[in-house]
């Protein structure tokens, strides 16, 4: 769901791609910056920065992230903060153009999850105000989700009546139950070490089980073109890792996955033509549409 934060103005250095280049004197191998969540390195570019936040990219796995993520605690209340939207409007023809959106997308991830699984049993992790797991409910699934906002947990079970959990992927873990599908949609680009997370979750999984993901593409022609402004994109106090098409399968290949794939999916969305649908299409066959959709076994 948008959220009402303003973004912050950031400034893009956009000679800093050259990379696995021990000569160049762009690679920054100083202490400002942790090392790469992916591979341990420490030798970074430069990718924007903007007040104290740098993003940086890994000189050795091309990782882009977050160098110096802020303090998490009280964070995703506020993403999730207001009374949010009326429940009663999460339908196919509402009046709402942000629900009837979401609510046509989400059939389509569940359409997805169906062409590629038998599996029944769901976990959304950082599910929001749950309103996936309500429609893979509707769907069929034996839905759940957890997130570690209470804010949106409350109105996932007390307005939209979606079954729903303020829990850590962690904790779940430490509980032992398994499930056939995991789906995180827009949760990996909001972690400081999402391998640590993927792994979690392929742990959660049980044996053939699938993994369906979605995260902001940092390739996406729309980032190349407006990213100062694009909240999908770029947003360094909520989003702390950013992903092309090639350091998301590799980290989810190197968290344990299998058949790690990327889908060419690009949804319809009510009220825009054709002629967007093609548009997107072509974008996500050459890897610059805005979001990238992944699947995996685990
Ligand atoms: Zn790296």
């Not at 392929?202 to 022609?221: I, K």
């Amino acid at each position: 769901m948008p959220n009402t934060i303003p973004l912050p103005r950031l400034t893009f250095h956009t000679q800093s791609h050259t990379l696995g280049n021990q000569q160049d004197p762009r690679v920054n191998t100083s202490s400002i910056g942790r090392p790469c969540p992916e591979c341990g390195s420490s030798r970074h570019t430069t990718a924007c920065e903007e007040e104290h936040f740098r993003v940086l990219r890994c000189a050795d796995c091309s990782l882009v992230f977050l160098g110096n993520p802020p303090d998490e605690t009280g964070l995703y209340d506020e993403y999730h903060g207001g009374p949010g939207p009326d429940p009663t409007a999460y339908t196919a023809d509402s009046h709402v153009p942000e629900l009837r959106e979401l609510h046509a997308i989400n059939l389509q991830r569940c359409a997805w999850i169906r062409s590629t699984s038998e599996g029944k049993s769901l976990l959304d992790i950082g599910c929001g105000r749950g309103f996936f797991v309500k429609s893979a409910q509707r769907e069929g699934f034996l839905a759940q989700g957890i997130d570690v906002a209470g804010a949106a947990i409350r109105y996932a079970n007390e307005r939209l009546n979606a079954p729903a959990g303020q829990e850590t992927i962690d904790a779940v873990a430490a509980q032992g139950r398994t499930y056939d599908i995991i789906t995180m949609w827009h949760v990996l680009e909001h972690l400081a070490r999402p391998r640590d997370a993927l792994q979690t979750a392929r742990s959660l999984l049980a044996p053939g089980g699938m993994l369906y993901l979605e995260v902001p593409n940092w390739n996406s022609l729309k980032f190349v073109l407006t990213g100062r402004r694009w909240e999908g994109g770029n947003h360094p106090r909520f989003h702390r890792t950013f992903f092309t098409p090639a350091t998301l399968s590799r980290c989810l290949t190197s968290a344990g996955y299998a058949y790690v794939t990327r889908a060419r999916i690009s949804y319809a969305v009510p009220g825009r033509g054709d002629a967007y649908r093609l548009i997107k299409r072509a974008l996500n066959e050459i890897g610059r549409d805005a979001f990238l959709d992944f699947s995996a076994r685990a």
